[in-house]
């Protein structure tokens, strides 16, 4: 096995954010005592102070994962938030913008897409013209020899990239202003991949290391939810929605409303018989593309 370099993780570490939750048969129950009894956080009052602070989340987040380690299946991780944090700040930068009216969650990067380019669903021609962002992307200090990371570089187009940033822009013509309303971020920053090159998504992984990372993915996510302050968050995909359920619990019972669409995924069939026209029709009946 070969790991990305990393300190094994510890209990103490995560102890605060796993006190929120309680497990009873084999099921995780969120304790909405402990989560109520959590200050909630303040949005920034400027927009410089809310790019500052998201900055801060992510280097927070990227240090908390990297302290982690993984065991068979997994082979590789990459975590882009370290060798692609150009790219990452970049879109930290010029689109993270408090008030907004939706915060759209992903799983985690596809090797083609946020592993290349440290931008949630970073398919590299769509982050280069439609975002504006080309940026040095590092190597990670292990790569897989089946998905290496060549940045701007890579020819390889990904798909549930490809189609979600497609919609966007020919629903709103530019990025702006689309990022005026929404933003976008992925739940889980790492990338994990078996020795054959397969992906492994992180609800697959076993419960001693899944359990830290999802509570250092959640703590971010609170964090992130604190400094933006949407009126909704939307789980792009099932495993998504299922995170914001638990993670943002008590805000949904204090009134954040959350919601879901489709996963442009090619390996979903629903996805492949239309995806932006499923994606279209499900952010209408939410609501968010009223005036648009």
């Known amino acids: 096995m070969r790991f990305a370099p990393t300190r094994r993780w510890s209990w103490h570490v995560v102890r605060i954010d796993l006190e929120l939750l309680r497990f009873a048969s084999g099921r995780i129950v969120v304790d909405h005592t402990l989560m109520a009894n959590r200050p909630a956080a303040k949005s920034p009052r400027s927009p410089a102070q809310v790019v500052t602070a998201v900055e801060r989340v992510s280097r927070k987040l990227s240090r908390a994962v990297g302290a982690l380690e993984f065991g068979d299946p997994v082979d590789v991780v990459y975590n882009p938030l370290e060798y692609a944090w150009k790219p990452h700040r970049q879109y930290i930068r010029r689109f993270a913008r408090p008030g907004i009216r939706a915060l759209l969650l992903g799983m985690n990067p596809g090797p ?58 020919s629903r709103f013509g530019s990025a702006d202003p689309f990022f005026d309303r929404f933003f976008i971020w992925n739940d889980c920053p790492l990338s994990f991949m078996e020795s ?47 995170r914001l359920s638990v993670t943002l619990a008590d805000r949904i019972d204090d009134g954040l409303e959350v919601g879901t669409i489709l996963h442009p995924s090619p390996a979903s069939p629903a996805a492949n018989r239309g995806w932006a026209d499923a994606a279209e029709r499900q952010m209408t009946e939410l609501g968010l593309l009223e005036g648009i």
């Not at 080309?134 to 490809?162: M, N, Y």
């Open 196 to 242: 054959s090159g397969r992906n492994r998504t992180p609800d697959k992984l076993p419960v001693e290391e899944r359990e830290p990372l999802y509570a250092a993915c959640d703590a971010a996510l609170r964090s992130l939810v604190g400094i933006l302050q949407p009126s909704m968050v939307v789980g792009v995909g099932a495993h998504a929605t299922k």
């Open 112 to 169: 083609w897409g946020m592993a290349q380019t440290g931008v949630p669903f970073g398919e590299v021609e769509m982050v280069r013209s439609f975002l504006g962002i080309d940026e040095p992307v590092a190597r990670p200090k292990i790569e897989h020899p089946k998905r290496p990371v060549t940045g701007f570089q890579c020819e390889r187009r990904e798909v549930s990239g490809a189609r979600l940033w497609g919609w966007v822009e």
